[in-house]
């Protein structure tokens, strides 16, 4: 991990900003009961598995040749599957963009929005690669802050305020939110898109857990005819259950998805990784058909750590946010070795727990027990 300097080593210099710093590294363990990447628990039956693969051997009889590059297909697929989810109008596929994860779509549209003397704005505490997307672009990235724990929540005021402060090109707003689970208002994000619109700004409704939002809220797809300056990303590695086969995507005015086609580079989306997509869309009922589950699990230990006395972030997500009684890292440590890996973001003094299995949370519930006793 040490980076060697510059005068003990011939070795060529990185750029500011890269030089010393770490890579994203949420730690990835053999442990019993992960949860701490937010990821779905459920993998593929045997008979999708199967069917994924057959898929991938179709594709591969052609891996001499390019994929499409376009992925018309794919983006066509996945704007019939919104459609359904949010009840929203299918948008055409051109209105649909699609990439390696969400990461990818959301650093496509810095590369392409953000830059030298551009400002980027997000709300704390946020999911830790937006500050990573902008340094890649070079957009300086500013900050406001979300309303106090344990609600966090985000005002039509706090919002308007840090747009007419900062005058930002691109406003990230993340609903429901990374580590927080806080869901957004649609009129927050109403007020968001008219206060960039004289100034031409982008809005990005970051969607990666929108599936496991509480019934009645409503998805910012909703409101993408009336705001043609508001882009929205969601991924298939969530909910989806599908984090290991890389691919996020957006929904926006097709000249917001054009302008991405300048700066994504040629063929980025493998023929594999289409084609994979492709099937676990056919197949959708079935992975997604643990959202339930996961929402219900997700409510049950809301209640448990109330009653324990935890504070507790009302969340939408897949994860729920709560707040130790000793030092977090000292409980983050207990629970890794009882073999429960969470992880410590969030403001000092919270935990982030992902919802498992009905045994993984379990697991989770009885080494919270002597790793943050009451
Ligand atoms: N946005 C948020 C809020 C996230 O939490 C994550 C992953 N943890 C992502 C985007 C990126 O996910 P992916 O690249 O797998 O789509």
């Given at each position: 991990n040490?980076a ?10 990185p750029?500011?900003?890269i ?25 593929p ?48 596929a ?32 946020h999911?830790?690669?937006?500050p990573?997307y ?31 402060e ?20 649609l ?16 809005l990005?409704v970051?969607?990666?857990?929108g ?32 984090a290991?086969?890389?691919l ?10 054009d ?5 994504r ?33 997700r ?6 750590l ?11 997500a ?12 000292a ?7 009882r ?6 973001v969030?403001?000092?003094?919270w ?19 002597e790793?943050?006793?009451?």
């Open positions: 040490s060697p300097t510059l005068e003990s080593s011939a070795l060529p210099a750029r500011d900003g030089a010393g710093a770490a890579p994203y590294g949420a730690p990835q363990l053999e442990v019993a009961h992960a949860l701490n990447v937010n990821e779905n628990p459920y993998g039956s045997a008979e999708l598995a199967a069917a994924i693969g057959r898929a991938a051997a179709d594709a591969a009889v052609g891996l001499n040749r390019y994929p499409d590059r376009e992925a018309l297909a794919l983006r066509a697929e996945l704007g019939a599957y919104l459609a359904a989810e949010s009840g929203i109008e299918a948008p055409e051109h209105s649909v963009w699609a990439a390696n994860g969400s990461n990818e779509v959301m650093h496509q549209l810095l590369l392409a929005y953000g830059g030298p003397g551009r400002t980027a704005l997000g709300f704390t505490p999911y830790s690669m937006y990573e902008a340094r890649d672009t070079y957009t300086d990235w500013v900050t406001a802050e979300r309303g106090p724990a344990p609600e966090f929540t985000l005002s039509v005021e706090a919002v308007t305020a840090a747009i007419a900062h005058s930002p090109s691109i406003v990230v707003l993340t609903s429901p939110n990374n580590p927080t689970g806080t869901a957004l208002d009129e927050v994000v109403e007020a968001a898109a008219a206060a960039l619109a004289p100034t031409r700004g982008l990005v970051d969607e990666a857990y599936e496991f939002r509480r019934d009645g809220v409503p998805s910012a797809l909703t409101l993408l005819g009336a705001h043609p300056n508001l882009v929205v990303s969601r991924t298939m590695s969530k909910a989806f259950a599908l290991g086969a890389r996020g995507y957006l929904v926006a005015d097709p000249a917001i998805v302008t991405v086609r300048v700066v580079l040629p063929y980025h989306l493998s023929a594999v990784t289409q084609a994979v997509a492709l099937t676990a869309l056919a197949h959708r009922e079935e992975l997604l058909g643990k959202v339930a589950l996961l929402r219900s699990e409510d049950a230990l809301d209640r448990h109330r009653e324990r006395g935890h504070d507790v972030a009302p969340s939408d897949n994860f729920i946010l709560f707040r130790s009684f000793t030092d977090r890292d409980v983050f440590e207990a629970l890794l070795a073999g429960v890996l969470i992880r410590a969030g403001p000092a003094g935990l982030r727990v992902s919802l498992g299995t009905p045994e993984d949370n379990a697991a989770f519930r009885t080494a919270l027990e790793a943050d006793p009451r």
